[in-house]
């Protein structure tokens, strides 16, 4: 299942200023704004807790997302394979414009539902699928107004 609009690449990293680091002088024309991130999602197994701090970098039209776990139940970001360096490829993310018509069509489709989180129509709508067997890595799919693009394109 790929659709939407390609518009991330998220890595998993121990320590988020490190990963930062690597942005420097590659692109990299503002300081990053590191976010707490607490919440809980559902899973097949039920809720979830995650607790991280992530990074949003843009370059040009695609946006870095950076993400240091501190506690996940989920266990989905300690999937990241190490590459050796400081920052571990995750997911790519996708936005998709009619929610329930995608979500229709994730229960169809052959790659396993991992978490999802859902704030309601007017706020941010996610999930993830294990894209792992076929891509390699998870695909993040979100749903949001236009209004929370544009402050997510600001950050």
Not at 18 to 36: A, C, N, S
Not at 46 to 68: A, M, N, T
Not at 101 to 129: C, I, K, N, T
Request: proline letters at 4%; glycine letters at 10%.
């Amino acid at each position: 299942m790929l659709e939407g609009h390609h518009y991330q690449n998220a890595y998993a990293c121990d320590d988020i200023a490190v990963g930062i680091d690597q942005f420097r002088g590659r692109g990299l024309t503002k300081e990053p704004h590191i976010i707490d991130v607490d919440q809980m999602v559902t899973t097949p197994a039920g809720p979830k807790h995650i607790v991280s701090r992530i990074c949003f970098i843009w370059i040009g039209d695609l946006q870095y997302e950076l993400i240091e776990t501190i506690k996940d139940e989920t266990g989905l970001y300690a999937n990241a394979q190490s590459n050796g360096g400081p920052l571990r490829f995750h997911h790519i993310c996708m936005r998709i414009n009619d929610w329930d018509g995608f979500r229709a069509r994730v229960d169809v489709q052959d790659m396993p539902l991992v978490m999802e989180r859902d704030l309601g129509p007017d706020h941010l709508r996610f999930l993830y699928l294990d894209g792992r067997k076929a891509f390699g890595h998870y695909l993040e799919y979100t749903c949001m107004s236009d209004g929370m693009w544009e402050q997510l394109h600001g950050m």
